[in-house]
């Protein structure tokens, strides 16, 4: 089995930054593409950004281009999202998956067989 949590999240004012980091225990996910998620309040679970087993390949959603990063540390086990400028849109519980897959980005949550508990980011006006 694989646990992840994540950290990081908290109450920024918009423009501000945060850094959110997802820790995996047990069996090792290097093999395997990552992404993470938002909840916004009254909105459904949507796919922020995605990064292949390699780090090479990455995928964004057109709102957080050119704002937010997502990277990992295999060897850590542990991935992140660098997110900058923050906008209000950007509120929401944030969480990391693992894929089903190891090449592909899947962008739905019905490809992660494995969730971290989420973390909250509230972006203020």
């Known amino acids: 089995q694989v646990q992840l949590v994540e950290s990081g999240g908290g109450l920024v004012q918009a423009g501000g930054s945060l850094r959110l980091s997802c820790a995996a225990s047990?069996?090792?996910?290097?093999?395997?593409?990552m992404g993470w998620f938002r909840q916004a309040p009254g909105k459904e679970r949507e796919c922020v950004a995605a990064?292949?087993?390699?780090?090479?390949?990455?995928y964004y959603t057109d709102f957080v281009k050119g704002r937010f990063t997502i990277s990992r540390d295999n060897a850590k086990n542990t991935v992140y999202l660098q997110m900058n400028s923050l906008k209000p849109e950007d509120t929401g519980v944030y969480y990391c998956?693992?894929?089903?897959?190891?090449?592909?980005?899947?962008?739905?949550?019905?490809?992660?067989?494995?969730w971290g508990q989420g973390t909250q980011v509230t972006v203020s006006s």
């Open positions: 998956a693992r894929a089903r897959a190891a090449f592909t980005l899947p962008r739905t949550p019905y490809d992660y067989d494995y």
């Open positions: 047990g069996r090792t996910f290097s093999n395997y593409a």
């Open positions: 990064i292949s087993w390699s780090a090479i390949g990455t």
